[in-house]
């Protein structure tokens, strides 16, 4: 298993550097403690003309009790993000918020102090994502 905030990255895992055309951190990047560590570590496993594609939870804001359930540290804006990435190397091409339920599902989880979705709120949940 890989600790993708190695600090001795190229040491441990030579093999790694340079290595990907593309790599994808789909809701991983908000669990890494040392989120800065591991984005430049990222940028070390790419080969130049690399791309790094990110999903992660929006608004710190919406920080709630199942963000820490799940082992979230943070949540993200685009600013935050963008920062994150251009701080460490990274030009960003494109950048969106989506799903927009997640963001109605999480107000109600911030405001009404919820520690976790009842089953229900969580069906009807994945139920309208495709909208």
């Not at 890989?2 to 789909?26: C, Q, V, W, Y």
């Not at 701080?87 to 919820?114: D, P, T």
């Amino acid at each position: 298993m890989l600790d993708l905030s190695d600090k001795n990255l190229e040491k441990n895992h030579p093999e790694l550097i340079e290595s990907f055309d593309t790599i994808f951190a789909l809701n991983v990047v908000e669990h890494i403690p040392d989120h800065e560590q591991a984005i430049k570590n990222a940028l070390k496993m790419l080969r130049k003309g690399g791309k790094i594609i990110i999903l992660v939870p929006a608004f710190q804001g919406l920080y709630n009790g199942f963000d820490k359930q799940l082992d979230h540290q943070r949540r993200y804006t685009q600013k935050s993000l963008f920062t994150l990435l251009e701080g460490n190397g990274f030009q960003v091409i494109h950048r969106q918020y989506f799903n927009l339920m997640e963001l109605l599902a999480g107000f109600f989880q911030v405001n009404f102090r919820k520690k976790n979705i009842p089953t229900g709120q969580m069906k009807l949940y994945n139920e309208l994502v495709p909208l």
